[in-house]
């Protein structure tokens, strides 16, 4: 199956090393409208390169695109790969709206393409782990959950291009870097009925959020906390999930979420415990979350089903965000629940 790729920025990088390792997957080409950005591709990986989008979906042999651009510009571009009747994996977050959302998902079902959201946490061995704890219902009733992402993103970060930190084509912290935590709490936990947040642009020289925290209510009536920042000094701090049960007290944590930091289940002997832990302590990141995406996109697109992280999911967490930011901007609660009923229909 060939694929190419769109914005050949950092993230590209992971993309073109995983389609390589995927059975099956190609990539055969890259587009960006600095003919530059293409060069170690075409060197590295023997790829054509195009500074013509439309051009090089006029290909027939191109089968899946890698959407790496910034957020901003996904909707046009994703509606234009997807008008071109091909499969598309986009990069988190799906948009910066839930309007360009659901012209992105609309396209991509008019055209009968999949669609595919990039949140490679899912993946992780211990987060695949408590997802199966979770189902085996181990935890019993749940009370509460915390989703913390402290991380360092210093202004040089912010510096390398002009769109990072704007709220038009990147978001701040909780858009861009904690993302991913409430993609994995929103697959814990389920949907979300009501927030309330506040955020601050404190330390960081940017448009958007360098700093935001957050209360919300689960549609199970469980309780929750978003603490997101990307102002912690010189390197990352915490990246963590803990899941409060009335037979359980679990955390993944550390500084990017990959170990259990705290396992404690009703019935369950130190000692299985203990091999949980040295289990994921050996190899905590697995099989790399992006290598993982490809290789789920190639065979939805052979059995013809939905990807793992389908474009109504990704949906479903940069719902979240939005929320969030309208609950800061007029300082009050903000309903959640016709938007999640939206976006499962």
Excluded at 90 to 97: F, Q, T
């Amino acid at each position: 199956m060939n694929f190419a790729i769109v914005g050949c920025g950092f993230i590209a990088k992971k993309h073109a090393v995983a389609i390589q390792k995927v059975d099956d997957a190609e990539l055969v080409a890259v587009s960006d409208k600095i003919s530059e950005a293409m060069v170690p591709y075409v060197k590295n990986y023997g790829v054509k390169a195009y500074e013509d989008l439309d051009e090089m979906l006029r290909r027939d042999d191109i089968d899946v695109v890698s959407l790496c651009t910034p957020t901003g510009l996904h909707a046009p571009l994703a509606i234009k790969i997807a008008n071109a009747k091909k499969h598309i994996i986009l990069e988190k977050p799906i948009a910066m709206n839930l309007e360009d959302t659901d012209k992105i998902i609309e396209a991509c079902n008019r055209n009968k393409v999949k669609l595919s959201i990039v949140h490679p946490n899912r993946f992780r061995p211990v987060v695949k782990k408590l997802k199966k704890i979770l189902k085996q219902n181990q935890l019993g009733k749940i009370s509460h959950a915390n989703a913390i992402v402290n991380w360092n993103r210093n202004q040089e970060y912010y510096d390398q291009s002009s769109w990072r930190g704007t709220k038009a084509f990147d978001g701040g912290a909780l858009m861009n870097q904690a993302i991913h935590n409430l993609d994995l709490l929103l697959w814990f936990m389920g949907d979300v009925e009501q927030v309330f947040s506040m955020e601050a642009t404190r330390i960081r020289n940017i448009e958007a959020e360098d700093v935001s925290t957050g209360v919300l209510r689960f549609k199970s009536g469980a309780l929750g906390l978003v603490e997101a920042s990307t102002t912690t000094y010189r390197q990352n701090f915490e990246e963590s999930i803990t899941i409060f049960g009335e037979k359980s007290t679990v955390k993944i944590g550390g500084k990017n979420a990959i170990y259990f930091e705290h396992l404690e289940i009703e019935g369950m002997r130190d000692e299985e415990i203990n091999q949980i832990k040295k289990r994921i302590d050996l190899d905590p990141y697995g099989i790399p979350g992006h290598q993982c995406i490809i290789d789920d996109m190639v065979k939805a697109v052979k059995e013809d089903r939905e990807p793992a992280i389908s474009g109504l999911e990704g949906r479903k967490s940069l719902e979240l965000v939005l929320s969030f930011y309208e609950s800061a901007k007029h300082n009050q609660p903000i309903q959640l629940t016709k938007g999640v009923e939206h976006a499962n229909n």
